[in-house]
């Protein structure tokens, strides 16, 4: 970690506390509302018995495919809350990611942050990782929206310590999203083409994982091994606990992903 | 006995299609010299900047700061430069005071006393946020973080642009005075005035390419201006075209227009007794100096050209 730099990640700490503040503040709150919402449980069976009626694309894109488990209040949690709110975490992890050297260099403020006696490997890692622990800290704030909408829903009636298990595999999850976005920033120059891939990246492993699950042994299933959702696969999490191979996969990944991101914004001209 | 700071040999740059922003630049500046960089827009002056700061990588050649690889030992050389870019964006949500705090901790401190004294010579408010500066103003943050650490070799691509002359002139003095202190400024501009105040040395760059390095009392040696003078009465403008230094020369209804080299009195004491209305004189661009300088034959004879 020597070309970790404190200064520069308690820099970008202090300049997007607040920011990660708002997005935890608010989705907490977007939880709580998904969790509270809930009726009672006779409601999430008549919903359940709604999902089987659905074509297995439809109840793939909920987060599921077992109609029985999303009629408990886990299935329900599983589809909304870890389905659901993986891709808006997805959406900071993007605007994040972007942070770390796209922005700076489309506003054409790379060129003074790099008269400093900095090395580009130190800013996209010391960058990353400040953002990597606020994106942690926006999953933890909507961990206690969750645990508060639980709470005081008393039809729920869950094993918090699968919510927590749950919560905990949205991490790497979360940093891949993140990481990605950063190694897109670094190979290119310009925001929106860096956006665009991130986007790409996340929408297109989120629609492979999808359709392969609603056509079982098709080609398109055998491809689910390359989308990091299929990784992720927070439905199975909730249903059997974690899979530590699987958060070592996307772990790794994601360090990976710095790591070539780092490789990559060395070797290239910065834009300025 | 002069000690190299800045030294390059064979500095090329080249972007797609084999367009050369720089060709083969070799270059040396000594320290505790102002050195000014001059050249149309286009030339390569930024280029060089950035090669020197290893924002950009060279597509053939080398250069070298302190005596330290430009690219090896970048984080060294940048621990020991002060940097102003030609066009300064920063963070418009912060203030100054935030960002020069953010400076001072990744250089690892600064004396903000220094920072305040600066401030206050350059007539600057620390505490607002970057977006509600003037165009003035961002020059003179730029000018804070660049000189705020004491660096040893200054960098600065176009500083004054933006600024008012009486800026100007206190920052023509700091730079008299970096000087004095041992830095050494390496100065990008395409305001000859600018560099004809302060620098003790020019480097001319044109199309990528240096054209010379001379001292600047050398090279403004060449100097000339156009003078325009307006007569009462177009009966009496004269053709002046065998004054000595005189050449060009455009009449224009009551106008006359020549391009003079040397001494204004020949030209006055051609005029005899006509009436002049108004006398206009124009500084040489910096291309018309380059030209001078370098010979241009149709510039070498005296010529009338009558518009009316």
């Known amino acids: ?272 | 006995m002069n000690t190299a700071l800045i030294q390059t040999e064979g500095l090329t740059k080249a972007y797609g299609r084999g367009v050369k922003a720089l060709d083969a630049l070799t270059l040396t500046v000594n320290q505790g010299e102002i050195f000014g960089y001059l050249g149309p827009n286009g030339a390569g002056k930024t280029t060089t900047i950035k090669l020197l700061l290893d924002l950009i990588r060279p597509t053939a050649g080398r250069a070298s700061v302190f005596g330290l690889d430009v690219n090896r030992d970048s984080v060294a050389i940048r621990r020991r430069v002060g940097f102003l870019p030609g066009e300064l964006n920063l963070w418009d949500n912060q203030t100054s005071m935030q960002i020069i705090r953010y400076f001072s901790k990744v250089r690892g401190g600064v004396d903000l006393e220094y920072v305040h004294q600066l401030a206050e010579r350059l007539q600057f408010d620390l505490n607002k946020r970057i977006r509600a500066y003037s165009t003035g103003n961002k020059r003179k943050i730029g000018l804070i973080l660049a000189l705020m650490h004491k660096p040893e070799l200054l960098i600065l691509d176009e500083p004054t642009s933006g600024l008012d002359p009486l800026m100007q002139q206190i920052f023509n003095q700091m730079m008299i005075e970096a000087r004095t202190a041992g830095q050494t400024v390496f100065l990008s501009s395409h305001v000859l005035g600018e560099v004809q105040t302060i620098c003790d040395r020019v480097a001319i760059l044109r199309g990528g390419q240096l054209q010379t390095v001379e001292r600047v009392d050398h090279l403004t040696h060449v100097d000339f201006h156009w003078v325009t003078l307006r007569f009462r009465d177009t009966a009496t403008v004269p053709r002046l075209t065998n004054v000595p230094g005189v050449s060009e020369v455009t009449v224009d209804g009551r106008t006359l227009k020549l391009r003079l080299q040397g001494d204004f009195d020949p030209v006055l004491r051609a005029l005899g007794d006509r009436y002049v209305e108004d006398i206009h004189v124009q500084d040489p661009t910096l291309e018309e100096i380059f030209l001078t300088y370098y010979g241009n034959g149709a510039n070498n004879h005296a010529k009338v050209e009558m518009k009316s």
């Open chain 1, 1 to 272: 970690m020597n070309s970790f730099n404190s200064a520069l990640f308690n820099e970008t700490l202090r300049r997007h506390w607040r920011g990660m503040l708002y997005w935890g503040v608010a989705l907490g709150v977007l939880t709580w509302m998904q969790v509270v919402v809930i009726p009672d449980v006779d409601a999430l069976k008549d919903v359940a018995n709604l999902i089987e009626s659905m074509p297995a694309i439809v109840t793939a894109m909920l987060g599921t495919s077992d109609a029985a488990f999303f009629g408990t209040p886990e299935g329900y949690l599983a589809s909304q809350y870890y389905g659901i709110m993986m891709i808006v975490f997805g959406i900071y992890a993007v605007i994040s990611g972007l942070n770390v050297t796209a922005n700076d260099e489309e506003r054409g403020i790379m060129d003074v942050q790099m008269s400093l006696p900095i090395t580009r490997t130190s800013l996209v890692l010391s960058k990353s990782v400040a953002y990597g622990l606020m994106l942690i800290g926006v999953i933890a704030f909507s961990f206690v929206g969750l645990v508060v909408g639980v709470a005081m829903t008393p039809a729920l009636v869950v094993d918090m310590g699968r919510l927590t298990l749950g919560t905990l595999n949205m991490i790497p999850g979360s940093l891949v999203m993140l990481a990605f976005t950063v190694l897109a920033g670094t190979l290119f120059r310009r925001r929106g083409t860096a956006a665009g891939a991130a986007a790409l990246f996340i929408f297109g492993s989120y629609f492979l994982d999808t359709l392969g699950r609603s056509a079982p042994g098709s080609f398109v299933d055998s491809l689910r091994a390359i989308s990091f959702y299929s990784y992720y696969d927070g439905t199975n999490v909730i249903q059997n606990g974690l899979s530590i191979p699987n958060i070592a996969l996307l772990s790794v990944l994601a360090v990976g992903l710095i790591g070539v991101g780092m490789a990559a914004y060395q070797r290239r001209d910065i834009g300025v």
